[in-house]
């Protein structure tokens, strides 16, 4: 379902973060 | 006694808990008045993406973490947001709140167009992690040990997780001994907790399907 495609993308945002900072 | 190395690993994990919190303009959203079914959905929605986004922040501190196969931190996390979303959210209701405001949250949570059938288990979970009083490491270190269960859909490498789970139980068992010294039962309900918090997955997958429809 869209939510959980949703959450994955959250996630995966978040994960890279750490490449920005 | 908890070793020196235990003790460094549970104030990484404490300070990370502390730090990574769902931003004050955001929760203070939950506590202004009169919201429609409607705002109270998309206030839920926008504070669980919060959660998921302070979830992440928090776990790129577990030791060994980011050491993980990729893939397989993305099917950790995945596996364990709605978890660790609840079990957080928990806190809130058992926390000294100022006057009111568990009201106003339960309030919102009961008018946002979630069915009867999943509040309920939901506040009886609420209740049941209220009674522990659970310490700030106890809540942190639960937090961190829902993320590395290893058996999560799609997790490959399991051992790896496991690796890095163990050391967490075994120094939550030593911190519950310390912590409640009157209570031999006491780790034994923690993990208690984790096992409630699995129905809450199942029933907040349903909780969706039928959010959509309404």
Known sequence: ?21 | AITKEQDALMKLIVEAYNKHQIPQDVTKKLLQEQYSTEENFLLLTEIATSQVQVLVEFTKNIPGFLSLDHEDQIALLKGSAVEAMFLRSAQVFSRKMPKGHTEVLEERIRKSGISEEFITPLFNFYKSVGELHMVQEEQALLTAITILTPDRPYVKDQQAVERLQEPMVELLKKLCVLQHPQEPQYFARLLGRLTELRTLNHYHAEMLTSWRVN
Do not use: C, V
């Open chain 1, 1 to 21: 379902p869209a939510s959980n495609l949703g959450l994955e993308d959250i996630i995966r945002k978040a994960l890279m973060g750490n490449l920005e900072e």
